[in-house]
């Protein structure tokens, strides 16, 4: 049988890395063992860069290089020969809320931002055993806003609160992440998340 798109055993591209899967829970951790970032309804997407060269791939390895002209031009301008970052492509609403139906549009997948939140590569040194808080430090001094990617910023506090905000904001909902945890591909509980009730996807 051939295997499908999606098909988990089919061979991924040299160079991808399976992304962090996040276990989906009732209720956010409590404690000050996590911090909690905005879950945004997009494309979740493994961003590289080589020198010039740059490959967008979605969570199971399709590339999306050419749907996301913008974020890749974000990508290549990075100061850094090469990179491995994890993050979401999305399209903000003025509002400021992620509007998924844009993002599957030719002109929104043009004008997508690319939400960067974890890194685990940079100048060919891996990066994915090194405590979150880390890999977050070094993620941020790579990114300079420029509209086509942006540093998923993270809250702390305690997670019943944080998710209560995010749900009365009306965004899609948090993850939650665990101060410490090394990166692990596929499902893991060094992340979790948790989703909104009332949201609707526009």
Not at 74 to 97: K, M, Q, T, W
Not at 125 to 142: G, I, S, Y
Request: glycine share 10%; aromatic share 8%.
């Amino acid at each position: 049988m051939t295997p499908s798109l999606y098909d988990p055993r089919r061979s991924k591209p040299a160079g991808f890395i399976l992304p962090a899967q996040p276990a989906l829970v009732a209720r956010p951790p409590t404690g000050p063992d996590w911090i909690h970032e905005v879950k945004h309804d997009g494309y979740r997407l493994i961003a590289r860069k080589q020198a010039e060269r740059v490959t967008l791939w979605t969570r199971h390895g399709t590339d999306f290089t050419d749907r996301l002209p913008r974020i890749a031009e974000a990508v290549r301008s990075l100061p850094v020969e090469s990179a491995l970052i994890d993050g979401e492509a999305v399209v903000f609403r003025p509002d400021g809320h992620s509007d998924f139906a844009a993002l599957r549009t030719k002109g929104g997948g043009e004008s997508a931002t690319f939400v960067a939140f974890d890194v685990l590569n940079v100048e060919g040194e891996d990066f994915r055993k090194l405590p979150l808080e880390v890999r977050r430090a070094e993620l941020e001094a790579l990114i300079e806003p420029d509209g086509g990617i942006m540093f998923s910023e993270a809250i702390e506090g305690d997670g019943a609160l944080v998710f209560a905000k995010a749900c009365e904001l009306g965004v899609e909902g948090i993850v939650s992440k665990r101060l410490g945890g090394a990166y692990l591909s596929g499902p893991c509980r060094n992340w979790l998340k948790v989703k909104n009730p009332a949201f609707a996807r526009g």
